[in-house]
């Protein structure tokens, strides 16, 4: 882990961090930390909703993650049933 020099924030030395970053380094990061997002809100929305299966599950984090925006909540919702209908 790095030493923090006297005089310079963990702010400062977060962003000197990233700027040596290679594309692909903070692209995986980006990745990594997104995931670790997505897999947060499933977990809170299963305690929430314990009787959703897992394509609700999936498409509830979805629909948490565009909940202000109707159109793509109608594309959610189409994708939803298309996925629900060539599961049966």
Do not use: C, F
Not at 5 to 10: L, P, Q, S, Y
Not at 47 to 72: S, T, W
């Amino acid at each position: 882990m790095p030493q923090i020099e006297a005089g310079k924030t963990i702010e400062k030395l977060y962003w000197e961090l990233v700027r040596k970053m290679s594309v692909e380094e903070k692209w995986n990061r980006t990745m990594r930390l997104n995931a670790e997002v997505r897999h947060i809100v499933a977990y809170n929305i299963r305690k929430q909703h314990p009787e959703l299966d897992e394509i609700g599950v999936k498409y509830a984090v979805v629909r948490r993650h565009y909940m202000d925006e109707p159109n793509v909540l109608k594309l959610v919702d189409l994708a939803e049933k298309t996925e629900r209908a060539s599961h049966e």
